[in-house]
């Protein structure tokens, strides 16, 4: 019985195609938000992209770490409500007040 074996040029074409589909998928990381609990960037939350928090007596601080293409967006009143300041670089805040009364990172 002959057996298949593939030529070099066949496994390269394979490891080439996997890349493509790779690159076609995009790059793995994001933007993270963390919240706070507690005053001075103490007791930290993960924050979900599309979920509006608040800022007050739940969350007391927030780290926005920036990646590249995935922003938050800021709003000046509670609930996420218009309008909103885009941002698309790292910002913190422990403790307040606040300049934001909300935020939401955008999926």
């Known amino acids: 019985m002959a057996t298949h074996r593939k030529t070099p040029v066949a496994a390269a074409a394979d ?3 996997l890349l ?3 690159a076609a998928v995009g790059p793995a990381s994001a933007s993270t938000l963390t919240l706070y ?3 001075l960037c103490r007791v930290p939350i993960r924050g979900s992209c599309g979920v509006c928090y608040n ?8 780290f926005f770490n920036y990646f590249g293409g995935q922003v938050a967006r800021f709003y000046p009143r509670f609930n996420c409500q218009v309008p909103f ?5 790292n910002r913190r805040r422990c403790f307040p007040p606040f300049p934001s009364r909300s935020i939401r990172l955008i999926c």
């Open 20 to 22: 493509i589909a790779a």
């Open 85 to 89: 300041i885009t941002v698309a670089s």
């Open 55 to 62: 800022f007050g007596p739940v969350y007391r601080g927030y």
């Open 37 to 39: 609990r507690a005053p």
């Open 15 to 17: 490891i080439l195609l």
